[in-house]
């Protein structure tokens, strides 16, 4: 219970300031836990960066897998997967949620176990991605890829590409730019 309620309070605060600009006091003093408590659970703030990561990671690909499981043809499926990375609303889409986007840079030069750990998330959902064009290749809702997975790293690029540029602009516009390009590159009409 005290660990998650430091790993909940903390994702919450590396999301929205990043992972060096929020220190040890500001995560306990949101947790409402004592200082020794964190240093029971995690031995360093490191321990704790990759330890929140690897709690983001594993919930993120429960919920992929809920949505990669559910009904309808993969191409049906990954249009899901895809649309909600935009925002709808007042809902924020994965893009504004998304760690990688938000500590990818910042990580790969400050802790080899946090890189590693949203390299190892990042590659578990490329192969589910990839495993996911293929069904659609299958069914005949997605046309056919020379590599699935070279495929899937190219859109999961062009979507976290996207999602950086809507951070620096402020707008929805290269999500649904990322969209309408996905939706045409995956369709099993464009024989390109």
């Known amino acids: 219970m005290t660990r ?3 790993l909940t309070a903390g994702q919450d605060l590396v999301r929205r300031h990043g992972f060096g600009a929020v220190g040890l006091s500001r995560i306990l003093s949101e947790s409402g836990v004592p200082k020794g408590s964190f240093y029971y659970y995690f031995s360093s703030k490191e321990a ?5 990561l690897q709690d983001y990671v594993d919930q993120y690909l429960l919920r992929i897998d809920a949505l990669f499981d559910g009904p309808g043809s993969a191409g049906d499926r990954l ?3 895809w649309s909600a990375w935009l925002a709808e609303g007042r809902t924020e889409g994965i893009a504004q949620q998304c760690l990688v986007v938000k500590l990818g840079a910042e990580v790969a030069d400050l802790s080899e176990g946090m890189r590693h750990t949203l390299d190892e998330g990042v590659s578990q959902l490329l192969r589910r991605v990839s495993a996911v064009l293929a069904q659609g290749v299958d069914d005949g809702s997605i046309r056919r890829f020379d590599d699935p997975d070279a495929t899937a790293r190219m859109l999961y690029a062009k979507w976290l590409g996207a999602a950086i540029l809507v951070k620096l ?3 929805q516009t290269p999500l649904q730019q990322a969209l309408a390009d996905t939706v045409h590159a995956l369709s099993p ?4």
């Open 4 to 6: 998650r309620k430091i």
């Open 48 to 52: 704790f960066g990759q330890a929140l």
């Open 169 to 171: 602009s402020g707008e």
């Open 79 to 81: 249009l899901k997967f």
């Open 189 to 192: 009409e464009n024989k390109l």
